[in-house]
């Protein structure tokens, strides 16, 4: 018992001096410090109110709570089906497996539980499983032309303008993290990660690590230049979220009604509706005519 409470209390001076460090003002209490008998780890203590995670994922990756107006580019096919369906598909991340998504978080991090195999998969895979979201970017970003060709099917597809606030404890709104392991200071996550491994010998768990990595994406792939922020929600194994789910694996999604209260997670109004530079003007103000739900929203040809 001695000893766990040495180990919980080298932590807790850790935790405090990296805050500091890092500027955060946050009143921590020691009792949200779990050090487990015989293991190798020391956790955030899930009865607490988990006030070192949501600080740090604050520090790195601040909320946005207030309405917001960003943009969501997609293809011909994503913009009939918005049109048609009056919904917004949240995809599974696993989707995007394959790009970074995730396992890049994992790595540089040094989440050994998340990145070793479990069942010929990686653990993070089976984190990835519950989360979703949707991509967006500022209304009038600053690579146009990148958005148009990358995400618009080479600027065929169409731009949509979405007013958005988030139903709190819900959903998270939240900017992309771009981050260089080489280039950028370690993230508060890292630094607190090594010292407590190098000082007590044990890995630190928080909570909500699978959230986290959802924002984080590497620099140099030119991910950096979508100035990207994700619409993010996680289905727990029940509840509303889970009911929702349409599909399995990579393929699955969650649709969310267009319209303000039409959805429990976040409000979404249509404001406006931007054909592409190279996209059919003409047949998507026709599949605006034929969906009234949508009419209200500015239409425009970039």
Sequence with gaps: MHH??????????????????????????????LVPLNSNVVIENTSSNGLISESIIEHHFPKITTEVELAHFTDYKGCKGIIESGELQLASILKWISESEFRSFAETHGLHDYSE????DPYYKTLMCDLFYASFTKREPNNLTDMWDTYAERGT??????????????????????????????????????RIFNECGRHFVMRGISRIGAFYLPMGYGYELEDESRLLVKAWDTG????????????????????????????????????????????????LTQNPWSQRALFSAA
């Design 117 to 120: 195999s479990s069942n010929g």
């Design 157 to 194: 597809g169409a731009k949509f303008v979405f007013k958005m606030k988030v139903v709190q404890q819900r959903s998270e709104l939240r900017p992309i993290l771009y981050h260089s392991s080489s280039k950028n200071p370690p993230t508060l996550i890292k630094s607190l990660s090594d």
């Design 4 to 33: 766990t409470m040495l180990i919980q209390r080298q932590v807790f001076g850790i935790i405090k001096e990296e805050f500091v460090r890092a500027g955060l003002k946050t009143v921590l209490d020691i009792n949200d410090i």
């Design 240 to 287: 509303s979220a889970r009911n929702l789910i349409i599909g399995n694996g990579d393929e699955a999604y969650l649709p969310l009604k267009i319209g303000k209260s039409k959805n429990e997670f976040c409000d979404l109004e249509l404001v406006e509706v931007q054909s592409g530079p190279k996209s059919d003007v003409d047949n998507i103000r026709q599949l």
